[in-house]
């Protein structure tokens, strides 16, 4: 199983601000890591997959660094709809695991 | 539209059993690798298994924590993917998402969509 350990577990951040979310594999993953935002409520929604790639309709603000075992998620400019909790996944392995979150809130 | 509609949650005693099922609509399921994924009360994320799509073989791999207790299966001429869950536990209680993984020429993929969830709750 492949570890995925994400810090900081909460961020507080104003709106406008820039916030940087860290994720990091036990191993390996390559660039097979995909991050998710999910709303109290609802269920994930995917933001970018492929460590870098954002997916069909998630705005420029978001975008997603690194390879092998460090990973980071920027929100260039935080909006008020960015608050939310962000998780990281890796798919490199077929036991596909979640880091635990990082709730970013509104400071 | 792509749509996920998870049913079948609920209570269940400790030791029991439930069947979740999740209606597709929208895509091709035929050739969707489908998985599980839950969520403990205030808690992450957690992926329960798959079942590749029949052209990848059908197969199915777990997670540890349910290997051995839950199965899933998929009725593709229903377009319907179903969790059986079979000597359930406290720690089982979460809310169960279907979601379909992006596999590409059979690598592991994310998940894109996801089902509104169905809450499980194992409890005496």
């Known amino acids: 199983e492949i570890v995925m350990t994400q810090s900081p577990a909460t961020l507080s951040v104003s709106p406008g601000e820039r916030a940087t979310l860290s994720c990091r594999a036990s191993q390996s993953v390559s660039s097979n890591l995909a991050w998710y935002q999910q709303k109290p409520g609802q269920a994930p929604r995917l933001l970018i997959y492929?460590?870098?790639t954002r997916a069909t309709g998630i705005p420029a603000r978001f975008s997603g660094s690194g390879s092998g075992t460090e990973f980071t998620l920027t929100i260039s400019s935080l909006q008020s709809e960015d608050f939310a909790v962000y998780y990281c996944q890796q798919y490199n392995n077929w036991w596909l695991t979640f880091g635990g979150g990082t709730k970013v809130e509104i400071k | 539209e792509v749509q996920l509609v998870e049913s079948g949650g609920g209570l269940v005693k400790p030791g029991g059993s439930l069947r979740l099922s999740c209606a597709a609509s929208g895509f091709t399921f035929s050739n969707a690798w489908m998985s599980w994924v839950r969520q403990a009360p205030g808690k992450g994320l957690e992926w329960v298994g798959r079942i590749k799509s029949k052209t990848d073989g059908g197969t199915t791999d777990y997670a540890a924590p349910v290997k051995g207790r839950f199965t899933i299966s998929r009725d593709d001429s229903k377009n319907t993917l179903y969790l059986q869950m079979n000597s359930l536990k406290t720690e089982d209680t979460a809310v169960y998402y279907c979601?379909?993984?992006?596999?590409?020429?059979?690598?592991?993929?994310?998940?894109?969509?996801w089902g509104q969830g169905t809450l499980v709750t194992v409890s005496s």
């Open positions: 492929g460590a870098s």
């Open positions: 979601t379909t993984e992006a596999s590409v020429a059979g690598t592991f993929a994310w998940f894109d969509p």
